[in-house]
């Protein structure tokens, strides 16, 4: 027997009941992800493996079947790049969720790719350590966080998640599983192929598990709230603070309408003299960490001596419950914007002199395409997040083109942290130097010869079905 009754059979005596669905019998989280592109794809089958060796019979049955496999964590990504293939197959590691090991000597955890970030952290706390990686979305899986090479606020100081990954275990579309890398700081020992792994979508090979570096857990911490006249001093006061040795983990720009939005959302007031209110239009928010009292205390007045200089309305330092509070109502605008009816993201990075210059001209583009765009950003890093409102779809991916080459023109890059999915596979393709898509396509041919890896994102020429 072949075909799909016979696949469908070897997965259900692999996997056991309960660990694999049929259409049209899915769960409707498992058709989509958060991309503000509202698509859920019918997938053949919906399959949660619990072991390596399940993944790799899995990868065995599809290869053999030819049939297009998508890896999915949490589905919290932002670009479609979890959205099944019609009538394809998903490899959910949903429940490949379990810390393998945990070195607290050598700051070195092993997990598997199902394991949230939040299940991590509080793995993590007991023993004064952390995953300095902090993108806004804790119930995100490191599988996931490893495939779109996720960043966040605290990249600025700790950067993102290749800089915090040493080793990979994944499985090739052939079902071969390979080991790279390992619990080790440094490695010169051949090609890295974990970080060209990372960041790969999905499109190279299913990770099973990741060997992590991990940080110690800082005691001192002070939010700090920075009031501007406009956004470009906001944005001029950023090169001195990163320059200054301050070394903040968080560095983020808000306009007025976002904060505005996110404030009343959370339901917050920031305490904001009226005075400075009615002048502000643009905020920074700036954290500082640090081991001691009197080193943060020292590291505050260093701060706002910095931003007087630069032109800041005045300088709250936020405590203990507010500052968490505000963090939380940054990391909720995504769904902010999704509520206030968005069409659309912008993850663009430049660098980060550059960002006043890219904001200006998006305000302009966008006034050419009757759109609104208004957001925030980890402007410590010159990544500019936009939410973009123009319901219309052809003038919206005119205007998605023409801002996402504007970020290009600026020296920047399309995506900063969302990866390219299948949202801007279109705008990739047209805005990346050919020979850089070709030589990338002979390297998804080495790993996946069939094809059959994430098809239909930012290498292939066939549009996403
Ligand atoms: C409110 C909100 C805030 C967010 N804030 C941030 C932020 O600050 N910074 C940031 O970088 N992102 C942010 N994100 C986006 C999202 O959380 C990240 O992209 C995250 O890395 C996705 O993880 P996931 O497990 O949900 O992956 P999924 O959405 O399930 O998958 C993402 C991609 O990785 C692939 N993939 C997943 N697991 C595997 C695996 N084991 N092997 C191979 N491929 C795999 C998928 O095929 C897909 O291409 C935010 C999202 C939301 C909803």
Redesign the pocket.
Same mark, same amino acid.
């Given at each position: 027997m072949t075909g799909p009754s016979s696949l469908r059979t070897s997965l259900e005596n692999l996997l056991g009941p309960g660990a694999v669905t049929f259409s049209p019998y899915h769960a409707p989280d498992d058709l989509h992800?958060?991309s503000l592109h509202p698509v859920a794809i019918e997938p053949f089958a919906v399959t949660y493996p619990t072991t390596t060796d399940q993944v790799a019979e899995i990868a065995r049955l599809a290869t053999r079947h030819r049939l297009p496999m &998508?890896?999915?964590?949490?589905? &919290? @990504?932002?670009?479609g790049? /979890?959205v099944p293939i019609p009538g394809g197959l998903v490899?959910s590691?949903a429940r490949?969720n379990r810390i393998r090991s945990l070195d607290a000597d050598d700051h070195i955890a092993v997990v598997e /790719?199902?394991v949230?970030l939040r299940d991590l952290d509080a793995a993590l706390e007991p023993h004064g350590l952390r995953y300095p990686v902090?993108?806004?979305?804790t119930?995100?899986? %490191?599988? @996931?966080?490893?495939?779109?090479?996720?960043?966040?606020?605290r990249a600025v100081r700790h950067g993102?998640?290749r800089h915090h990954v040493t080793g990979l275990e994944?499985v090739l579309a052939d079902g071969t599983v390979v080991t790279t890398g390992g619990p080790v700081v440094k490695n010169s020992s051949g090609y890295d192929l974990t970080q060209l792994?990372i960041g790969?979508?999905?499109?190279l /090979?299913?990770? &099973?598990a990741i060997t992590l570096r991990l940080s110690p857990r800082l005691a001192h911490t002070a939010t700090v709230l920075a009031p501007f006249e406009d956004l470009r001093s906001a944005a001029a006061a950023v090169p001195p603070l990163v320059a200054s040795g301050l070394e903040p983990s968080i560095v983020e720009y808000v306009d007025l309408v976002t904060m505005a939005a996110i404030t009343s959302a959370s339901g917050l007031t920031l305490g904001i003299a009226p005075a400075i209110a009615a002048r502000t239009s643009a905020y920074l928010v700036i954290v500082l960490e640090t081991r001691t009292r009197e080193q943060l205390d020292a590291d505050l007045e260093h701060l706002s001596a910095l931003l007087g200089g630069r032109g800041v309305l005045d300088v709250y330092v936020l405590e203990g419950a507010m500052a968490q509070r505000l963090i939380e109502a940054r990391?909720? %605008?995504?769904?902010v914007s999704k509520a206030a009816g968005a069409n659309d993201l912008i993850d663009v990075v430049v660098p980060r002199s550059r960002v006043p210059a890219f904001l200006a001209a998006a305000t302009d583009i966008a006034a050419r395409f009757d759109a609104l765009v208004a957001g925030c950003g980890?402007i410590g890093d010159g990544n500019v997040h936009l939410s973009v409102f123009q319901p219309d779809d052809e003038r919206r991916r005119a205007l998605m083109l023409a801002l996402l080459g504007e970020g290009v023109r600026l020296g920047g890059q399309i995506s900063?942290?969302?990866?390219i999915?299948r949202d801007k596979q279109a705008p990739y393709l047209a805005l990346t130097d050919p020979t850089l898509v070709e030589l990338q396509r002979r390297i998804k041919l080495a790993f996946d010869p069939w094809r059959l890896?994430?098809p239909y994102?930012h290498l292939d020429e066939r549009a996403a079905p």
């Open positions: 992800d958060e &998508t890896a999915r964590g949490s589905g &919290t @990504g932002l670009s790049g /979890a490899v590691f490949m /790719a199902g949230t902090y993108p806004g979305e119930s995100g899986s %490191l599988g @996931g966080n490893v495939n779109t090479n996720a960043g966040g606020m993102v998640t994944a792994i790969s979508e999905g499109t /090979a299913l990770v &099973t990391e909720r %605008l995504f769904w980890h900063g942290e969302h990866g999915g890896l994430n994102r």
